[in-house]
């Protein structure tokens, strides 16, 4: 009855998503509530699902060339000013402090809500010729949006993330290094997160405050919401402009820089729960599951279960491996394992011992085999390949299985009312469609995908000649 | 001449500490300056011994059993006044966040200068049973401390650092961790740092605000000032009596839990600096060197030069190495080695490759060596090790020959102002003395060594009987 209470404390999917998130973040430990309104506490589920993903991601951008920094929290006012369009899209949402310790400040400093600014404030003096550049930066660290709806990972009014910030010769330089990390993104999300995305450029309307371009990647949610995982900003020379980025090139001529921002943030673990969780819970992938495997002993106060089952926790050493030899019954370890989402169970009792063999189980499909104990090393590490590799197909499956074409908006309004998902649609380019399409559905322009299609020859809300393809989509 | 102006940059350390200070900090490219008065930029160089000291420590703490976890940056003003004298001790430097957005707050906010409040309040709705204990929790972030003075490194408005959080059913368990954990430290820092540190605890007067008990690690710099390099508390269960943090024990009785904190932070690159720097620059130790070995290829243009540096290189993949190929002369790639502090730097010429050979130059001691090329890996590998236990009984040998006694308030005088180092003396427990030793020679109690010694039976400074041996200093 215990173990049923605990997997029933989740609602639902398919009966009220939003609940389902909620109930599946609390339940399999990642986050609590706190005191202060709309930040959250990080707890060590959920950490050090955020440690792998900072291990991995920080490999493939140190393997490009990528050098760390760190940079203050806080920005003057005045340097937030600097550049108009940017100013513009962060002022409203940051917070001020304006007292330190007991004294006012001169100058109010808000506390970063990302730090082109800053960096274009270090540049300035950190860039004389063009033996200085490239520079390649990226920082580890806390932003502050101060968002009035929040959402545990998706939103909140404080996330972690990293931002990298390049300074660039030339403009083929700086979009060559925006569209290398864009890949580099949709690299990891495939290959470590199993999450598949498409790679696309913003539209005008939706590009970040100061941008030359925006290039981004979208996931799609088991609820047919898409979710903005990751984005990469060619800036051209605009903010070298505003803040007098200049070096002295080859020639002997002085030039501004081109520069570029980049980033992904804990937003990433909501995408990790809403493409591959279930109703029983959390399913991680493997490569970013705190534990990998969970040994359970079954009648583990008999002689040499316990020992077994340590035993085999050596031979699996290779692999993230725990045993849990709590004093909860085997019924309710195994709906702890569901949900926090462990990829593969392994059971040992009396009557495996005897028989030389244990039971695993993949969270994923919930597939049961016997396996000989001294096979254990080998398929359980072939297996977590498989779930790894089955993950991301039946991710990218349902995906596919959810993106609809529209060819007017009589389609477009079917689809969005009926049929959750991506629905792909050919634009005229302008951006009175967009609004349209946004105030009639609560849908947007999710991206321009690199793949364009020639879907027809018409923009699918005002008729006239089509430019682009375009995934829409109510996103997060 | 060029080679020699890079290395004229540099103060003399016996002319001006605080000013070779300054100026390896900025030439050796650790840091910058910002427009956030008191606020820096950790520049790559920095921030790469700052990633390896993270690494090393992580590790050994997660040895022991802490997990990893986020907790806001922000302290709503009602949580940080629950404590009275922590409140007390950091309510005059915290910075206060006032607005969101374009709207004040109801409450104000402050930047976390430490977290124990955040902490309590998390427990306070996590913990509930014995089953819950302990809690031994850690995080990596930033905090804010409105100082008025700043230097690099050392105490700046903004610094990283790790704060660890523990909660315990005992307070003997607490005093244990707390001790466990100064001891962690001390052991990182002798055998990762090369740097010896005293053990001790502090005095009432220099015990952290609300803690029980406070316990340090004091280095000693090359200038004879003291620097604290961690610090370790046991709150007892005042923190949990505050906020109410309660826990049903296995005798069913309701109980207050026992909490402990640790912390060390960005200040230990300062102390690396102060502690193995030379009129050269900086001498990295080598386990937390980013570039252990630098490889410089003489008269690079010649045929086969940088063929072999590269392959040199490609055989020293154990170790963080690089091959500076820059069109810079050799003198001053060995300046620039010097000032950045590599462990070894091999050289690597036309002659050199005829007779088979390199010559490797180790950083602290100069000394150079002609190595066989087919034994340099080893070579390398031990002189690096050789390097990192020669850095800790140098700096041993030079905290021991400048740590004096005094037994009186003449000798003590005479002491503080002329030879630079730390004071053993004997005190009564009266903070009275502490207070005159403070205020006639600005120097403070630094702490009360574990290994205490019986050096007379009275108080250096007022004559009644003495108590304890307690460190004395200036300080950083």
């Known amino acids: 009855m215990a173990d049923k209470k605990l997997v029933e404390a989740i609602t639902s999917m398919d009966e009220d998503f939003a609940q389902w998130y909620t109930d599946v973040v609390k339940k399999a430990e990642l986050i609590d509530y706190t005191s202060v309104k709309g930040c959250m506490v ?123 910030h390049t300074a660039h010769a030339t403009m083929e330089e700086a979009e060559e290094r925006t569209i290398q990390m864009l890949n580099l993104y949709a690299d990891f999300c495939e290959q470590v997160l199993a999450m598949p995305v498409i790679k696309g450029r913003k539209t005008e309307k939706e590009k970040f405050a100061g941008a030359e371009s925006t290039y981004t990647i979208e996931a799609l949610m088991h609820d047919g919401k898409a979710l903005q995982s990751g984005t990469s900003h060619n800036f051209g020379d605009g903010f070298a402009k505003a803040f007098g980025i200049q070096f002295t090139d080859k020639d002997n001529t002085l030039k501004y820089v081109y520069q570029t921002s980049w980033g992904m943030t804990t937003r990433l673990i909501g995408a990790i ?12 992938p493997p490569r970013v599951a705190p534990t990998q495997i969970v040994i359970i002993p079954i009648q583990q106060k008999k002689e040499g279960v316990l020992e077994t089952a340590y035993a085999l926790k050596d031979r699996l050493s290779n692999f993230r491996v725990k045993v849990d030899d709590s004093d909860k019954s085997p019924g309710w370890k195994f709906s702890e394992q569901e949900m926090r989402g462990i990829p593969i169970r392994v059971e040992i009792g009396p009557k495996d011992i005897e028989a030389g063999k244990c039971v695993i189980c993949r969270r994923d499909t919930r597939e049961k085999t016997e396996v000989a104990l001294d096979e254990l090393e080998v398929t359980a590490g072939a297996l977590l390949e ?33 049929k959750p998902g991506f629905v792909k649609a050919m634009w005229c380019g302008d951006q009175a469609c967009e609004d349209i399409i946004k105030e009639k559905y609560a849908a947007t322009s999710r991206c321009m995908p690199f793949e364009q299609e020639r879907l027809s020859d018409t923009c699918v809300c ?11 989509g109510r996103a997060y």
């Open 386 to 418: 498989q779930i790894q590799t089955d993950m991301l197909e039946r991710a990218r499956a349902h995906r596919d299985s959810h993106t609809y074409v529209a060819e007017n908006m009589d389609q477009l309004e079917e689809i969005l009312n009926s």
């Open 42 to 164: 990080i707890k060590p589920a959920g950490y050090a699902i955020w440690e792998l993903i900072q291990k991995q991601l920080d490999d493939r951008f140190k393997a490009t060339g990528v050098e760390n920094v760190y940079l203050p929290m806080f920005i003057p006012e005045s340097l937030l000013q600097k550049e108009k369009d940017h100013v513009e899209g962060f002022a409203p949402e940051v917070a001020w402090v304006t007292h330190g310790g007991l004294t006012p400040l001169q100058e109010r400093l808000c506390v970063r809500p990302t730090s082109e600014t800053l960096f274009c404030d270090f540049y300035k003096n950190d860039i004389h010729s063009y033996r200085d550049l490239p520079k390649v930066y990226n920082q580890w660290c806390s932003v502050v949006r101060w968002e009035k709806e929040t959402r545990p990972f998706l939103r909140s009014r404080e996330f972690l993330w990293q931002e990298g």
């Open 273 to 284: 729960i809403m493409v591959h969780g279930d109703n029983s819970g959390l399913v991680l």
């Open 462 to 472: 005002c008729g006239k000649p089509a430019k682009k393809m375009v995934y829409w």
